[in-house]
């Protein structure tokens, strides 16, 4: 089962990194807590590997439906997007999240997935619009139109 949504990039990691803040904004996601993981593993193990940053995005309004659904949802809301290094290209991931419905078979998250999924593409979306040299490549099960 694939559980991420992801678009790569031809862009620089900082530029990337900018960029989805900026288009998570646009859909009303707010970022409450930025992890490097690239830094963090450099600190305390020593560890070398390519940037990895995870954005901790949250949209209130869609976090407040799906916790009244389901008060453990908290779990698995589509909070993180990472933005790491792949290759040559930056890959921008997010949790699909119709995960949250697969997972927990409760119908009443079904519109909040929905939702969620919609906003998600649709920032993903922006990171590589049409025209520029950025070129993008969405995957994931879930149908990405916006």
């Known amino acids: 089962m694939a559980y991420d949504r992801t678009v790569h990039l031809d862009t620089d990691f900082a530029t990337a990194v900018a960029r989805t803040r900026d288009a998570l904004a646009a859909q009303g996601f707010g970022i409450l807590t930025e992890i490097d993981v690239t830094g963090t593993l450099k600190a305390k193990l020593d560890h070398d590997m ?12 869609l976090a407040r439906r799906a916790l009244d659904a389901d008060r453990s949802i908290g779990l698995l809301l589509p909070c993180n997007v990472v933005v790491r290094r792949d290759g040559d290209r930056t890959a921008v991931q997010a949790l699909d999240p119709n995960t949250m419905v697969a997972l927990t078979g409760l119908d009443a998250l079904r519109p909040v997935a929905g ?8 920032a993903l979306a922006a990171l590589a619009p049409t025209g520029t040299t950025d070129t993008a490549e969405t995957t994931g099960t879930a149908d990405t139109a916006g």
């Open 50 to 61: 390519e940037d990895y940053v995870i954005l901790g995005a949250c949209n209130p309004p």
């Open 115 to 122: 939702e969620a999924t919609r906003r998600l593409d649709a």
